[in-house]
């Protein structure tokens, strides 16, 4: 394992990397130009990750900045005692090692990937998908400019141009020490490093979100929730995907026409379950496999539960494990939801598009955890590091 720089020389190497960026912007948008004209799919949400302008080389220095300004997570004393011997035991937070990444179409994850798991002491590997590959290399260039501009070595951040049986290969017999894998992608992606990795997975996992609005739910607060949730950023997966409504609900044609009318001017296909079939400018899902589906696309479902409590086993059964959020005035009944929904992320009252590193004020993530172990939800700086035992003693034997 490489030593770890410090804090000083690891948020130099930030810095310097905000300004390389903001002063290669021009050459950064014209290589992601270029891997735009040669991405051959109709697939939007992919084309929406894939697309770097000015706004997102905007968003990729203050990320940077952000995170150069946040605290070490290394070396942070989680437990201490003292023992009956005198011997002095402490736990502390400790780098990974190798982190490698793998991940589809976002330019953004190399920066903020790398930025994270830099500041956190681990070297990372960067494995971005051939749709992004032009893009991906002006990012990697930086980081090696921004590395050795504060005499530090550049393999801290390296990029895997490999193909798909190159990188299989790599996870069953990798050519270096690995102590930790992200896969962040679609369902085939995470499935296929599982089978070959050799080391621990984390699971940056899918969305699949539900909203539940409850008969006691304000219902202009509904519709602007769901319409968020929706209609934001429809390749996000923290969009929703699903809506559930109480069979009680006030005024219920009225909000459902209403509904409807809205997802229609954002051209959302609707689906309904069989309880709210027959609804003007919708249809009926095929079958129940769909509750089951992240859309990552401009269409959503509408369901009919009787009360909060087939809501929550509706969402742990078909949800995703990533977010879900209840619109009601009940704080009761909230709390029942929040505690009870098996998800890394419960709402009351807001979008769930808020299900993000950035936006939990956590300078940044490296991935989004539907896993339980060793963290669930945003995983930040906090989290990129495992941990150590110090004990101290003066010639203790036991």
């Not at 410090?6 to 014209?30: C, D, F, G, P, W």
């Not at 679609?186 to 490093?193: C, P, R, Y």
């Not at 949730?229 to 209403?258: G, M, Q, W």
């Not at 098996?342 to 299900?355: I, M, P």
């Amino acid at each position: 394992m490489k030593t770890t720089l410090s804090i000083t020389k690891r948020n130099a190497v930030l810095k310097r990397m905000a300004e390389l960026v903001q002063q290669e912007e021009s050459i950064l948008i014209s290589a992601n130009e270029k891997d735009l004209n040669s991405f051959e799919s109709g697939d939007i949400a992919m084309v929406d990750r894939l697309k770097v302008n000015k706004s997102k080389v905007a968003e990729m220095v203050s990320s940077l900045k952000k995170l150069s300004a946040l605290p070490d997570p290394l070396h942070v004393e989680r437990f201490q005692f003292t023992h009956d011997n005198g011997m002095e035991i402490s736990n502390k937070t400790a780098p990974f090692g190798t982190i490698m990444i793998i991940y589809e179409s976002r330019p953004d994850v190399t920066i903020e990937a790398a930025g994270i798991a830099f500041k956190s002491g681990n070297k990372i590997l960067l494995k971005g998908g051939k749709e992004s590959l032009n893009s991906n290399l002006v990012l990697v260039n930086l980081w090696h400019k921004a590395l050795e501009s504060c005499d530090c070595a550049t393999d801290w951040v390296s990029y895997l141009n490999y193909s798909r049986t190159e990188t299989q290969q790599f996870l069953e017999n990798p050519t270096q020490k690995l102590d930790l894998i992200v896969p962040r992608g679609g369902e085939k992606l995470i499935a296929f490093v599982k089978q070959h990795a050799k080391c621990p997975v984390i699971v940056s996992g899918r969305g699949n979100n539900f909203v539940y609005v409850s008969q006691d739910a304000d219902l202009q607060m509904a519709l602007d929730v769901i319409i968020n949730a929706k209609t934001t950023k429809i390749s996000a997966c923290n969009a929703v995907d699903k809506v559930i409504i109480s069979r009680d609900l006030p005024r219920k044609v009225e909000f459902l026409n209403h509904l409807i009318q809205t997802l229609k001017k954002h051209k959302v296909e609707i689906l309904t379950d069989a309880k709210l079939a027959g609804l003007e400018g919708t249809s009926q899902m095929e079958d129940e496999s769909v509750w089951y589906e992240e859309f990552l696309d401009y269409k959503i479902v509408l369901g009919q539960v009787p009360n909060v409590d087939e809501a929550i086993q509706l969402i742990n059964t078909y949800g995703g494990g990533h977010s879900a959020s209840i619109i009601t005035k009940n704080e009761e009944e909230a709390d029942i939801f929040m505690q009870s929904v098996d998800t890394a992320a419960v709402y009351h009252n807001a979008s769930t598009r808020f299900t993000d590193g950035g936006q939990f004020g956590l300078g940044g993530e490296l991935a989004i955890s539907t896993d339980k172990l060793h963290q669930r939800g945003p995983i930040g700086l906090q989290h990129l590091v495992t941990n150590k035992w110090y004990v101290k003693g003066n010639g203790q034997v036991r």
